[in-house]
């Protein structure tokens, strides 16, 4: 079935780069996606990548496909402590383009 | 624009009562809904989902159900809770085709 993986902890100083790693399964995903979770709240869609691009900017935010590995990558320039947070990567499933399947997570703490 | 709604935002209820979510949205019509269950601020876990009215699929065995029975009305139930129940209940819609998932602020349910 449909996997996702992502690391669970990134510990980086304010105004470093950050970079958060995923990779996934199905190899037949159109969009891909970076979600944001700030604690005790819903999840924030902060960018997406169609699957025939390698990479994508949106200000501080830079996200690398490489589809021949199943990597997907998202890297925060100048990190601020409001980045703090958990990073979900997501895909369509295989056998549905309904279901989004999610990564586990991955949380980012931001030391001042 | 669209917006979602997700009520209410904590719940503490104890084993063997009833369960009531409720999530609507605004602004779109004929849109796919979803419930996500996240335990311990973690991953999310598909519960259901509805591609339109009265139509459920259900991702995961157990002791909840949803239903729909409005356009843009999706509902959480449960007969009898049980403490597994306990978790961050998230509701969220999307258009057809690959477009992203957009989320609710979330249910925090505790089930003592």
């Known amino acids: 079935g449909e996997d996702v993986e992502q690391s669970l902890f990134l510990s980086v100083r304010e105004g470093d780069s950050s970079v958060i790693n995923c990779t996934y399964t199905?190899?037949?995903?159109?969009?891909l996606y970076w979600y944001k979770q700030e604690p005790g709240a819903g999840l924030q869609l902060l960018t997406y990548i169609f699957s025939n691009m390698d990479m994508k900017q949106d200000q501080r935010l830079t996200v690398l496909l490489n589809k021949k590995d199943k990597h997907l990558s998202l890297r925060i320039a100048d990190t601020q402590t409001g980045d703090s947070a958990i990073y979900f990567c997501a895909e369509f499933g295989m056998d549905s383009s309904y279901k989004l399947i999610f990564g586990s997570g991955t949380r980012l703490l931001v030391r001042p | 624009s669209q917006t979602i709604h997700q009520w209410p935002a904590t719940l503490v209820q104890p084993v063997g009562s009833p369960l009531s979510l409720e999530c609507t949205v605004e602004?779109?019509?004929?849109?796919?809904l979803y419930w996500y269950r996240q335990a311990a601020g973690r991953g999310l876990q598909l519960l259901f989902y509805?591609?339109?009215?009265?139509?459920i699929s259900s991702e995961v065995p157990q002791n909840l159900s949803a239903s729909r029975p409005q356009d843009r009305q999706f509902i959480l139930s449960s007969k009898k809770l049980l403490l597994s129940d306990s978790g961050f209940y998230l509701c969220?819609?999307?258009?057809?085709?690959?477009?992203?998932?957009?989320f609710g602020n979330g249910t925090r349910l505790t089930v003592t």
């Open positions: 602004g779109t019509s004929n849109p796919n």
């Open positions: 199905d190899s037949s995903s159109t969009y």
């Open positions: 509805s591609v339109g009215i009265g139509q």
């Open positions: 969220a819609w999307r258009v057809t085709g690959h477009s992203p998932l957009h």
